[in-house]
């Protein structure tokens, strides 16, 4: 999987690269492992802003501005988060698209309404275009945080490719 996940950031490196574009990533339950995947391809200080790994509540707020009222009524992992956490890397950044993640890895932390696997991703882009969705993972830890890592750098290269063929 380590060789696909270099091979996904690769292609979103040469797409944000040709379209002189960056990203930036905000990351809770991958703990900083999209911005790691995105910084072994070589060059991709040319196209990779900065990452936030935001663990806690509190650095949510104080890195992304997520607001604490959006904590207190969805949790920290839900849609309405994610998508805070993404325009919160994007107003605290130069990067014109940027990617958050928020879940749960386990093996503990679940509970019936959000269990074990529950995972929102979130990307965000200055042309205005947002999308998150809500994977159920199953797995390990590991397995878990590798497959938000997959899916999340996949979702920013998909939407640039859909942008290419629309120009």
Known sequence: MDHELFEL??????????NGKKIA??????????????TEVPGSSAWFDRGFVTYS????????????ETLEKYGAVSAET??????GALANSDADCACAVTGIA??????????VGTVFIAWQYKDGGCEVIKKQFAGDRHQIRQQTVKIAIQGIADYRLMLATRE
Do not use: F, Y
């Open 82 to 87: 994610a998508m805070e956490m993404a325009l």
């Open 25 to 38: 990533t905000a990351e809770s339950c991958t703990g900083g492992w999209i911005a790691q995947a995105i």
């Open 106 to 115: 386990g093996p503990d932390g679940g509970t019936p309404e959000k269990p």
């Open 57 to 68: 509540n509190a650095s949510k707020v104080q890195m992304l501005g997520v607001r604490q």
């Open 9 to 18: 950031a690769e292609q979103l490196g040469r797409s944000l690269k040709a």
